[in-house]
């Protein structure tokens, strides 16, 4: 897997397809942490170096590539009328 920068914020990201054929933007390399048990109340973790997070949820621009948030185009605007 290349990285490569996020159109929007410019952190690295990779693509990959998950189980469905579907494509996933990914962290390059996000920090994952999983609790692997707790010790006297305090809970254990360790870093899961084969996980990788969901870009869209750490992207600062991610609503610029979600179809159901992006701005409605203004008809006046798009026509280029006055």
Do not use: I
Request: hydrophobic share 35%; aromatic share 8%; net charge positive.
């Amino acid at each position: 897997m290349s990285a490569k920068p996020c159109r929007g914020c410019g952190k690295l990201v990779v693509f990959a397809k998950d189980p469905d054929g579907k494509w996933q933007v990914l962290d390059a390399s996000a920090p994952v942490w999983r609790q692997s048990g707790v010790k006297e109340g305090v809970a254990q973790v360790v870093r899961d170096s084969k996980a990788m997070v969901s870009h869209f949820s750490t992207c600062a621009d991610a609503n610029k590539f979600s179809a159901s948030k992006k701005p409605e185009r203004n008809f006046y605007e798009a026509e280029g009328a006055d």
